[in-house]
């Protein structure tokens, strides 16, 4: 049988598919191995050559932040009636949340949950009247079943300015639990889980450790901390960090270390 002749320019293609490497490779080897080594350039080595030229090329990972879900939050419509509502001046904003201060609303435990938005009502009027602030001072409440509850207005998922940390209310929120938390008294798991979860969404805009520090400028004297002095505290703070106070309650200070490390991990830290 006639063997059809090669052309140059086919011999050349063939000598083209084997890498270099293998040629080295079958200098050293006799017979039988030298005709393995060179099916395996032809139909392997040669196959992975060519799909890695092919491959495409990956993206660059973008910056990793470290966030949470949104919590539902009921709104401020939920508590704050057209009688008990007045005229305020439009809220204020600051450029990111980079700390929250727990507080606690030193009023009676044993409430219904139903009862939460007449109880938050309640505090809008001693704040806005007997105090003349110009609205509730926390920008969040949580009641005794994990319900949490816009407080101070201008938008839960902005950096609203709060009145509730007194020198340090530009760059943090403030999430006041619906009770008394003082040294004995029982702090329900689902009202601290549901702080862990607002804790971490609010410092997740700013990708914030809950157990890491923030450095906060007082703006207040009367605080912990002589005007303009900057101070580091908790990201996640008791307000008793920030100012001469016993709040949020021995008992509630006492679980903040756990609030801390939940809202890392809803963080996925």
Known sequence: MRVPRRTPGA???????????????????PGLAAV???????????????????APVAARPAALRHTAPE????PRSAWLDAHSRHAQPPPRYDDKVVAVFVHHTDSPNGYDCADAPRIIRYLYVGQ????????????FLVDRCGTIYEGRAGGVDRAVTGAHAQGFNHRTTGIAAIGTFT????????????????AAWKLGLADVDPRGKARLVSSNSLSRYAAGT?????????????????CPGAALLARLPG???RAARLQGR
């Open 11 to 29: 011999r050349r293609r063939r000598r083209r598919r084997i890498p270099r490497p293998a040629l080295v490779l079958l200098a050293c080897l």
């Open 36 to 54: 393995l080594v060179l099916a395996l350039c032809a139909n392997g080595i040669g196959r992975r050559a060519t799909a890695a030229a092919h």
């Open 71 to 74: 919590p539902r939050i009921v």
């Open 128 to 139: 806005t009247g007997a105090r003349d602030w110009d609205d509730i001072g926390y920008n």
């Open 183 to 198: 040294s004995g008294m029982v702090v329900p798991k689902a009202m601290t889980d549901a702080i862990a979860a607002l």
């Open 230 to 246: 900057t101070a580091v505290l908790p990201a996640l703070a008791g307000h008793k960090d920030g100012y001469m106070t016993s």
């Open 259 to 261: 609030v801390r490390e």
